[in-house]
């Protein structure tokens, strides 16, 4: 039984069960923060004379309350008249957080039996975790948020002084929340990362890579991954109910204060999991969002943008019930009238309608410019391929321009059309194409941004021939051709003919260089950052606008 008393000493709730099946939602706890404790203790009895339970711990953690008082019986002394438990306490222990700089180390295994136990006997029967990753890991040096005492008597425990215990927990809390909110200029990240039965152990590790990148250009630090296999995700929370106790329990160890998943959430997922949690929790698609949201410069960049987040955004808002509603006048309107919900949500339609029609307005513009160059017969070729592949970079050295061009994900989100004269294929006067540098693809680009950027990718579908540039130092270089050739499939009018040009290959050994030969024998080989393969590349162009203009 548990029984949660505040600082008044007034008791309010009492539960039968473990701490951790009866602890309180982070969202129904009076004050809550990284700064402070939530004001309430839990006195727990336990049936075995044995210390807290890692469990319990854990609820504790993610309550953060003032204190866990542990007691345990004999198991003999007395017999209840109608039966029940019986004995005496035998002992009892007091648990408390404790601050991050007075945290001992201790030795654990990332997966730890005890959690697996844990886990095993307080969730449902979904929740799997991977054998051979519980063998094969590694043993680290965890900062537990907690300190238990040693086993003490009643008499002992009646002498705590628990207020001024809390005081200067609570003191010490505040000093190192100050300390930290001074250097932080980023989100401190918890990532999650769940491999499903259709995945392979490879392209699950070349996720959890990428969304650390994403997260890094976003402007936050990983500090930890967390990693669950699943035959497939839970419906509710994604991971099981002992994943999401873990989880939890290591936000608060590392001092995190977002967590992100490698995967796009449904609004249901994102509320069940801030509610478990206490956190921010965010899916891969928002990462990506605030990634572009800082990359826009242009107005059209800034509106596809904004239309993005929109779509994003409307379906996960959040009400509060009959709060703040706004009643009307007449009959037909009497009662608790419209929620604030609902006034946002009819604000944000409104608006996306409107941006709708702008982005429209963008779409036929670009269409008049491309049709005057078609006008004129210059040739067009779009560069495309996976983000950070380094196709600002070729541009600027095909065309002597000076694009933004950097080593990250999204750097460029505006096309850019710069003009290129290149050999032409019969031995004649140069030939003349404009050269576009568009925005980068991803794996699993969210529906979102397709269609907030379609303006953009046009630009792709309406051009003669397409440049694509593959960085062949990505270890995952293969996964990303293919990624981009099922979102240039999906596209709803069919692009030209491509040319493959592996990038990078200063930065490659022989065995890799060897093996996309091998697979892709037509391609031709660069380096834009040494300027290696130009001309070779220039008169591969000029063989593709010729094919794409005079097909055979």
């Known amino acids: ?14 539960g039968v069960g473990t701490p951790r099946q009866t602890q309180i939602s982070p969202l129904e706890l009076p004050r809550y923060g990284g700064g402070r404790l939530s004001g309430i203790r839990c006195i727990a009895t336990h049936l075995k004379p044995e210390t ?111 207020q001024e215990l809390v005081e200067g927990l609570e003191a010490e809390f505040q000093a190192e929340f100050v300390a930290k909110q001074v250097d932080a200029d980023q989100d401190k990240v918890l990532l999650v990362g769940v491999m499903t039965q259709h995945m392979t152990l490879l392209d699950f590790e070349d996720g959890l890579a990428e969304i650390t990148r994403l997260v890094e250009s976003a402007g936050g630090q990983v500090l930890q991954t967390v990693r669950q296999k699943r035959s497939r995700p839970h419906p509710q929370t994604v991971v099981g109910e002992g994943k999401v106790q873990e989880i939890a329990l290591t936000a608060q160890t590392v001092s995190a204060n977002l967590v992100v998943f490698d995967r796009d959430l449904s609004p249901a997922q994102i509320r069940n999991l801030e509610t478990l949690l206490g956190i921010r929790v965010v899916d891969r698609t928002e990462v990506i969002l605030d990634i572009f949201a800082q990359r826009a410069r242009s107005s059209e960049g800034k509106l596809q943008v904004e239309l993005a987040q929109l779509q994003y955004t409307l379906p996960r808002l959040r009400g509060i019930g009959q709060a703040m509603s706004k009643q009307g006048g007449g009959i037909g309107t009497r009662g608790p009238g419209e929620t604030k919900l609902e006034t946002e949500r009819r604000t944000i339609a409104k608006r996306i309608t409107r941006l709708q029609q702008e982005v429209n307005q963008l779409l036929a513009h670009r269409f008049r410019l491309r049709q005057n160059r078609h006008h004129h017969d210059v040739p067009s070729v779009a560069i495309v391929g996976y983000t950070n592949a380094g196709k600002s970079t070729l541009l600027n050295l095909l065309t002597n321009s000076e694009v933004y061009a950097a080593d990250q994900l999204f750097a460029t989100l505006d096309p850019t059309t710069r003009r290129l004269r290149i050999p032409d294929g019969g031995g004649g006067e140069p030939l003349s194409i404009v050269l576009t540098d568009t925005v980068g693809f991803i ?88 300027g290696l393969g130009m001309e070779t590349l220039r008169d591969r162009l000029a063989q593709l606008i010729e094919y794409a203009l005079y097909p055979r």
């Open 1 to 14: 039984m548990c029984t949660y008393i505040n600082r008044r000493g007034q008791v309010i709730r009492v």
């Open 52 to 162: 807290p339970s890692e469990a319990a711990l854990t609820a504790m953690t993610i309550q953060r309350l003032d204190a866990l008082v542990w007691l345990t019986l004999t198991g003999g002394g007395f017999q209840r008249r109608g039966g029940g438990a019986t004995g005496y306490i035998q002992e009892t222990y007091l648990v408390h957080l404790i601050p991050q700089g007075d945290r001992p180390n201790f030795e654990f295994s990332v997966l730890s039996a005890q959690l697996q136990k844990s886990a095993t006997d307080e969730t449902d029967e979904t929740d799997e975790i991977e054998e051979s990753s519980v063998q094969n890991s590694p043993i680290k040096t965890q900062h537990f948020p907690w300190t238990i005492s040693e086993p003490l008597s009643l008499d002992d425990l009646a002498d705590q002084d628990f």
């Open 443 to 530: 794996r699993e680009l969210p529906p979102s941004l397709i269609d907030a950027f379609r303006a953009t990718l046009e630009e792709v579908t309406d051009a003669d021939a397409l440049l694509h540039l593959v960085d062949l130092s990505h270890p995952a270089w293969q996964s990303q051709i293919r990624s981009v050739m099922n979102i240039l499939t999906d596209m709803p009018v069919t692009p030209g003919p491509a040319l493959v040009a592996f990038n990078k290959i200063d930065a490659v050994d022989g065995d890799t260089l060897a093996l996309a030969r091998e697979e892709f024998p037509q391609a031709v080989f660069i380096s834009a950052a040494k």
